[in-house]
C-alpha cells in the first residue's frame, strides 16, 4: 500500500504586482500552480493506490475560476488514471456560511474523488483502506463531535486519519491563525490507534509522532516559511512497517539579507554593502531585507528606488526596518512605511538650512498628525 500525502496547495494564492510575461498572470499565483502540476504529475507517474489532500486546497472559500480551473484538471486526470484521491476542506476552503455551498461539492462529481467538506466526520472505504475525515468545523463543538463520532473499521486492511489544524493545539503547529482549529489528542479520546494521520495547516514537514505527519505545504504563503522546505510525502507500509519519504518540491528562493550597518556609515557605504549582497542573490527570489539598528536619519536618507535596482534580479524586495534605540537625535513621531515617513524623507533629502528644515518638519508633522487622527474618527 502506497499513498501520497499533500496538503496546503493553496491555489488561487497571490501577492506583489508582479506579472509573468507570457501568461499573463500574477507571478505568485502561477508558482502556485507550478508546484500544483509538479505534484499532480509526480502522482501521473509513479502512481500510488490512494492520494490524501489534507486541507486548504484553495487560498479562499471562493476561490476564482482559474482557480477552480486548475484544481479540477489536476482531480480529473488523476481520477482517470484510476487513482482513488480523499480530499478535505481546511480553513481557508471552508465558508462560514454554509448557504453558500462549496467547491468540494463540486469537485467530488470527479471519478474517483472524494471530498469531506461538510463539517462534520465522514468516512470513506477505498480498496482496503477507511479514510477518516475530519475538514475545518464551523465551531469547536462541532469539531469535537466530528472526533468523537469516529469509528475505526475493524474489516480495513489500514485505518487512516485526515484532518486539518495545529497538532494537540500545540503553539509549536500554529499558523497563527484566528480561524485555526487545534486538534485535540484524538487517539487517546477515543482509546484507538491509527495507522497514520495524515495532518494540513502546518506549512513545514513535521513527523508529529512515529505515525503521524504534517506533509507542509507546496509553496510558501508567508515569509515565516522562507527556511521551510516545500513538497509532499510518499507514504508506505513495507512489511507492515510504515514508511516516510518527503518529495521536495521547487518553489520560489526567498533570500533574507541583514544588514546591521555601523553607526556612522551613511547612505552610500549602506548601498555599497547591499550591492554586494545583491550579487549573492538568486533569480527571481523573493528578497526578505531587513534593516537593523539603523539610524533614522540615515534610513529616510536612504533612496529605495535605488534599492531596488540593485536587486533587480529578484521578484521583489520585501523590507524590515529595526530602527536604532539608543538614538540621541531629536525623535519624529511617524510609523516607517506611512504618509508621515514619506514626508520625513521628502524633507530630510531637500537641500536647506538645518533650521528651516526642523520647522517644516515639525510643522508638517503636526499638520499630518492631525489629519491622520480625524480621519481616524
Ligand atoms: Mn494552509
Redesign the pocket.
Known amino acids: 500500500m502506497r499513498l501520497v500525502h499533500f496538503?496546503?496547495t493553496?491555489l488561487g494564492f497571490f501577492e506583489y504586482a508582479r506579472i509573468d510575461p507570457e501568461t499573463g498572470l500574477n507571478q505568485r499565483e502561477q508558482d502556485f500552480y507550478r508546484a500544483w502540476w509538479k505534484v499532480v504529475d509526480d502522482i501521473l507517474s509513479d502512481p500510488p493506490d490512494l492520494v490524501i489532500h489534507a486541507?486548504?486546497l484553495f487560498h479562499t472559500p471562493r476561490p476564482t475560476n482559474r482557480a477552480i480551473r486548475v484544481a479540477s484538471e489536476g482531480l480529473k486526470q488523476i481520477g482517470e488514471a484510476g487513482i482513488p484521491v480523499v480530499l478535505i476542506s481546511?480553513?481557508?476552503s471552508t465558508p462560514r456560511i454554509r448557504a453558500t455551498g462549496s467547491i468540494f461539492e463540486t469537485l467530488s462529481l470527479f471519478p474517483n474523488v472524494r471530498a469531506a467538506f461538510r463539517g462534520v466526520y465522514e468516512r470513506f472505504r477505498v480498496g482496503n483502506v477507511a479514510v477518516h475525515c475530519v475538514p475545518h468545523c464551523a465551531t469547536e463543538e462541532d469539531m469535537q463531535a466530528a472526533f468523537e463520532a469516529i469509528e475505526l473499521d475493524a474489516k480495513a486492511e489500514l485505518n487512516i486519519l485526515v484532518t486539518h489544524g495545529s497538532w494537540q493545539g500545540r503553539t509549536a503547529y500554529s499558523?497563527g491563525e484566528f480561524s485555526e482549529q487545534r486538534i485535540p489528542d484524538v487517539e487517546a479520546l477515543l482509546d484507538v490507534r491509527f495507522d497514520y494521520i495524515a495532518l494540513?495547516?502546518y506549512?513545514r514537514r513535521v513527523d508529529v509522532s512515529d505515525h503521524a505527519s504534517y506533509s507542509g505545504?507546496t509553496e510558501r504563503?508567508s515569509l515565516n516559511q522562507r527556511d521551510a522546505e516545500t513538497g509532499y510525502l510518499r507514504v508506505e507500509w513495507k512489511a507492515g512497517e510504515l514508511r516516510r519519504e518527503f518529495v521536495p518540491v521547487p518553489s520560489r528562493p526567498v533570500h533574507r539579507v541583514e544588514l546591521r550597518p555601523t553607526p556612522d556609515a551613511g547612505p552610500s557605504e549602506i548601498l555599497a554593502a547591499l550591492e554586494r549582497e545583491a550579487a549573492q542573490t538568486p533569480e527571481g527570489a523573493i528578497v526578505d531585507l531587513a534593516l537593523l539598528d539603523i539610524r533614522r536619519e540615515t534610513y529616510l536618507k536612504l533612496d529605495l528606488r535605488e534599492v531596488d535596482r540593485l536587486f533587480e534580479k529578484a521578484l521583489i524586495v520585501e523590507r524590515s526596518v529595526q530602527l536604532r534605540n539608543d538614538d540621541s537625535e531629536e525623535r519624529t513621531a511617524g510609523e516607517i512605511g506611512s504618509l508621515t515617513e514619506e514626508f520625513e524623507r521628502f524633507v530630510v533629502r531637500r537641500d536647506m538650512l538645518p533650521d528651516d528644515r526642523q520647522r517644516l518638519l515639525k510643522l508638517g508633522l503636526e499638520f499630518l498628525t492631525a489629519v491622520t487622527e480625524e480621519q481616524g474618527e
Open positions: 496538503s496546503d493553496h486541507g486548504d481546511g480553513n481557508h499558523m494540513g495547516h506549512h505545504s504563503t
